[in-house]
């Protein structure tokens, strides 16, 4: 069964940073690409950052650009996604994705970020 628990949500005031991680577990991490979405309040999911298998290649959304990092520890199966420099508009539930095909799209249980003076 494939798992996928995200860690590090909280509370930051604007310009802070935290640390999300997501946990896999259940399949051969390491072979597709990990994704993080956000849904803000009231709004649909957004995609937010990807990497690839080795880790070599990520791409992130134009409003998280210059602030995100999205990392990858294959010993560890896990994927990261440190933010810096948070806005108000960053506020979300963060979730944790796998893609392999339309029968198998693998999603976390998110983790709440919440940037608010």
């Known amino acids: 069964e494939v798992q996928l628990v995200e860690s590090g949500g909280g509370s930051v005031q604007p310009g802070g940073s935290l640390r999300l991680s997501c946990a896999a577990s259940?399949?051969?991490?390491?072979?597709?690409?990990m994704t993080w979405v956000r849904q803000a309040p009231g709004k649909g999911p957004e995609w937010v950052s990807s990497?690839?298998?080795?880790?070599?290649?990520?791409d992130n959304a134009e409003a998280v650009k210059g602030r995100f990092t999205i990392a990858t520890d294959n010993a560890k199966n896990t994927v990261s996604l440190q933010m810096n420099n948070l806005k108000p508009e960053d506020t979300a539930v963060y979730y944790c994705?796998?893609?392999?095909?339309?029968?198998?799209?693998?999603w976390g249980q998110g983790t709440l970020v919440t940037v608010s003076t």
């Open positions: 259940g399949f051969s991490f390491g072979t597709k690409d």
């Open positions: 990497i690839n298998p080795g880790g070599w290649r990520t």
């Open positions: 994705r796998q893609f392999v095909d339309h029968s198998r799209d693998y």
